[in-house]
């Protein structure tokens, strides 16, 4: 899998004037906040992210079950049904036509951008085909109000798509049932890209796939990623898949980015001790020495440890751990990691793996 | 054509919906000969009165000199449309509170709930009763209908919005409200085909009820009598003590009709289900739904 990594930017391309990144997320908070019989409860399941996406760029996200990745698209794309509410920090985008800041629109204006600049292939995309209308009634249901061609027009359109992406556009006429899993998935990313959104959200669309069907998908998206241009934001707890699709990687621990940079990089030269472990408990081919463990579980977002969120679990946690939440700190070109102990030693982290 | 085809397919492969409209066609067909009846329907004394059935009366007359079988005609005609008038009035708020209620939730879903089980709890047979002492002259069979709709919705708009309940968690639902689709459009678009074959079943079961209803208020006579229907009849038959004179035609044939539209009917439901959800269809079809 790691032999599979995609080749590192030749130094041209990552000294060349960066344009504005197409999407910026600055200092989000997202909680889930529940006030009921007197319980009140707030889970912090996005906690001071910031990051940004480049066009033109496949973003990883990774981290385990729990990590707060779903509540992170879901705030990203503007998706966000009570109990969870954004507290703080922004999520703007820098389409084509102009700047957008998700939190500022009315909501005439966010259903605008979506599917037409915004897309989000959802999780479990295997159910959001409705199973008593046939696939034809999803496009005109879901895609017909953000293009200009109705009718015929449009038929034509979402049949040219489906062609593209090397669909019989037979399956317009199929219900839902009558395809199989790898099919539904398909369709299901047709539906998303219709448009041809620049910000393509993917939310786990290889998870319960078999690797046969899962290849396809990810070439998939990988075409239309080239031939639209667009940027995408793939999450998915799967790091083989990470490692074979993404350009850049972040790592999620309970609500935090802990690390982010070239996937490459975060691959060979994991910064944050997390991200080590994660990374050495993958299998490789030849080692037979039985992979270790790491202690203890991910905490509760409601109640998270105080300092560094991983310090219970970490075979490196110092005294300041204890006490101060690290801040994101870019330590190599490009790498960011939030760790005490890699910013003053990164080398010191690499010795777990 | 298509339609034709699916109507042929129907009768080839599903006995329940072959028996269940032949009994519902024989029901119409009957209803339909009152446009040709010889006799006015509410004039008396128009036949010799208490002659069994015979080949000039086939099912006999009545006490009050009326042909049985041009008497049922429009008896059965009245009490058919009776329930479907009904059926379908019912029908629209049980969907509208239904599938709101299910989808909006929250103090919407509190208030409309509320209203739908005060109608559940309510007793609906003494209401009626009071409303036919109340309007008197003014009970007439429209008003009826219009009553019994009003009081006969509760139980399926909680059935219908158990299932928007469900339906709103799914995925398909949340990509229809991120593409935008309004309340209204997810609603009727991707919500009312899933509840359509219950919706299907239960109006042919609340026009059972409602003609249910009707029928057992004509037989008390809380009804406008003098409009023919099959409870109506069943009403004079007793007012004559025809089951005690032995003028047992006189009901025997509007009991056995109203059974024959029942179980028509209720067939229909069943097997209208299985072409209506494609999954069931499949099943029929020996694949795995």
């Known amino acids: ?353 | 054509m298509n339609t034709l085809r699916i109507l042929r397919d129907l009768l080839r492969y599903n006995g329940e919906f072959a028996i269940g409209l032949v009994l519902v066609l024989i029901v119409a067909a009957i209803a339909l000969c009152s446009f040709f009846s010889p006799y006015p329907p509410m004039d008396v004394y128009v036949v010799p009165p208490d002659i069994p059935p015979s080949w000039e009366h086939p099912l006999g007359t009545t006490s009050r000199g009326q042909d049985v079988f041009w008497q049922l005609t429009f008896a059965i005609r009245n009490t058919l449309l009776f329930g479907i008038v009904v059926a379908f009035l019912s029908r629209i708020i049980s969907l509208a509170v239904g599938l709101i209620s299910g989808y909006k939730g929250g103090w919407v879903d509190r208030i409309l709930m509320s209203i739908n089980d005060t109608f559940v709890v309510v007793p609906l047979f003494p209401i009626l009763v009071l409303f036919y002492f109340i309007m008197r002259d003014e009970m007439t069979w429209a008003m009826l209908a219009i009553i019994t709709a009003l009081l006969g919705w509760a139980y399926d708009a909680r059935l219908i919005r158990s299932i928007a309940m469900s339906l709103r968690t799914r995925e398909f639902t949340r990509q229809a409200v991120f593409s935008g689709m309004s309340t209204g459009k997810i609603v009727l678009q991707e919500h009312l085909p899933f509840v359509l074959p219950i919706v299907f079943s239960t109006t042919m079961n609340n026009i059972n009820w409602s003609i249910g209803i009707e029928v057992t208020l004509s037989v008390l006579g809380f009804t406008d009598i003098n409009t023919p229907t099959i409870g109506g009849m069943i009403y004079w038959a007793n007012q004559h003590t025809a089951l005690v004179s032995g003028i047992w035609w006189w009901v025997t044939f509007p009991v056995l009709l109203v059974i024959m539209l029942f179980i028509g009917l209720f067939l229909l439901a069943i097997s209208m289900n299985e072409y209506i959800d494609p999954r069931s269809r499949l099943s029929r079809l020996g694949g795995q739904a």
């Open chain 1, 1 to 353: 899998m790691i032999a599979e990594l995609r080749a590192i930017p030749s130094p041209d391309e990552l000294n060349a004037p960066q344009t504005s990144p197409l999407l910026t997320v600055d200092r989000l908070k997202a909680y889930y906040k529940v006030k009921l019989f007197g319980v009140d409860r707030e889970v912090r399941a996005v906690d001071d992210i910031s990051l940004a996406i480049n066009r033109n760029e496949i973003y990883g996200l990774a981290g385990e079950s729990s990590s707060g990745k779903s509540s992170l698209i879901k705030t990203i794309a503007g998706a966000i049904r009570p109990p969870l509410r954004v507290v703080e920090g922004s999520v703007r985008f820098a389409f084509k036509d102009g700047e957008r800041d998700i939190y500022r629109l009315s909501p005439q204006e966010l259903s605008a951008i979506r599917w037409s600049r915004l897309s989000y292939i959802m999780q479990g995309s295997m159910s959001v085909l409705n199973p008593v209308r046939r696939i034809r009634h999803a496009f005109e249901d879901f895609a017909l109000p953000h293009v200009s061609a109705k009718g015929a027009d449009f038929t034509r359109l979402v049949e040219r798509h489906l062609k593209r992406l090397h669909l019989d556009p037979a399956v317009l006429q199929a219900y839902p049932h009558e395809l199989s899993g790898g099919m539904r998935q398909r369709v299901t990313i047709a539906l998303a890209t219709v448009c041809n959104p620049e910000f393509i959200i993917a939310d786990e669309p290889t998870t319960a796939l078999d690797v046969i069907v899962q290849k396809g998908v990810l070439s998939m998206i990988r075409e239309i990623q080239q031939e639209f241009g667009s940027s995408v934001l793939f999450v998915t707890h799967d790091m083989a898949v990470h490692a074979n699709l993404t350009d850049r990687l972040g790592i999620m621990y309970a609500g935090r980015l802990v690390e982010e940079g070239r996937t490459r990089d975060v691959f060979k030269k994991p910064l944050h001790p997390y991200t080590a472990h994660l990374i050495s408990s993958l299998p490789r081919i030849g080692d037979e020495a039985p992979k270790k463990a790491l202690e203890g579980s991910p905490p509760s977002l409601a109640d998270p440890p105080p300092g560094c969120r991983f310090h219970p679990r970490c075979p490196f946690a110092i005294e300041i751990c204890r006490r101060e939440a690290p801040p994101m700190v870019e330590i190599l070109p490009g790498h960011r990691t939030a760790c005490h102990v890699a910013q003053a030693d990164p080398a010191r982290v690499r010795t777990v793996a």
